[in-house]
């Protein structure tokens, strides 16, 4: 069985064959993308209880907290990514890279943005300097400056390697992100979930966020294997099969 799947991760490591493989899959991750927003948002509005604090201001809590969750998880995979290319040569490692970071850079902006609505009637004010707020401030300059570096430099493969460094980098931020509210005495709440300790919230609303998660998930490998296709046509232009797929007129189509 290790066998079987070590030859078929070399074998979708070629951009052709990824190309082909992520074309398949993008309709079913966008539909289970669709059908669970539509569900995750529905109970967020109509299901899930009011909170007896907060009030209703609190269900911006069912984007914002799976948005803090994304822009973190993408990171680490991004560096993940980051870290073969840099190591094996992996193209198709490069590209996955390249193709997470705009979608982690939004998660993180729709973090920051709506923890600042989450924050005015919660704190009275937008934004603080905050441990936790400062530092996803910066996962978001970190993602921005990957992406940057790779349109500076003309050579895709010295880009790739270049924000590579800085992906790796910038994986120590990720830790901070998460204990500063144990580590410093911020305003931030701590975490009501973890898997160390029993959830601080209702089971309604447990099951909303983890639904909006997993919908967020969805979207995001919908969103970065068309990303990835878009890539792999730019930089294997020059190669047969591309330029097949191009005299065909079906570049990004298959």
Do not use: C
């Not at 948002?41 to 907290?65: N, W």
């Not at 920051?112 to 300097?129: D, E, R």
């Not at 500063?180 to 973890?194: F, I, P, R, Y």
């Not at 300790?197 to 919908?222: H, Q, R």
Request: charged share 15%; hydrophobic share 55%; proline share 4%.
């Amino acid at each position: 069985m290790g066998f079987k799947n070590s030859i078929a991760w070399y074998y979708f490591s070629a951009p052709k064959n990824f190309y082909v493989l992520a074309g398949r899959l993008i309709p079913w991750f966008w539909g289970a993308a669709i059908v669970l927003l539509a569900v995750g948002l529905y109970m967020s509005f109509f299901v899930a209880p009011t909170d007896y604090k907060q009030g209703e201001s609190y269900r911006i809590i069912f984007v914002h907290v799976p948005a803090a969750w994304m822009s973190m998880f993408i990171y680490l995979l991004m560096a993940a990514y980051a870290i073969i290319g840099l190591s094996w040569k992996v193209r198709m490692a490069e590209m996955m890279a390249s193709a997470l970071a705009p979608t982690g850079a939004m998660f993180t902006f729709l973090a920051l943005w709506t923890g600042a609505f989450w924050g005015k009637p919660t704190w009275g004010t937008y934004w603080v300097w905050d441990a936790r707020l400062t530092s996803e401030l910066i996962l978001l300059f970190l993602y921005i400056g990957f992406m940057s570096l790779q349109s500076a430099i003309d050579d895709p493969r010295r880009a790739s390697r270049a924000s590579a460094l800085l992906a790796i980098v910038g994986v120590i931020n990720l830790p901070i992100i998460y204990w500063s509210v144990k580590w410093w005495n911020t305003l931030h709440q701590g975490a009501s979930v973890s898997p160390t300790m029993a959830p601080k919230m209702a089971s309604t609303m447990l099951t909303v966020m983890f639904i909006m998660a997993v919908a967020f998930w969805m979207y995001t490998i919908a969103v970065v294997l068309m990303r990835a296709r878009r890539i792999i046509l730019e930089r294997e232009r020059q190669t047969t099969w591309v330029m097949d797929l191009v005299k065909a007129g079906t570049g990004d189509k298959q």
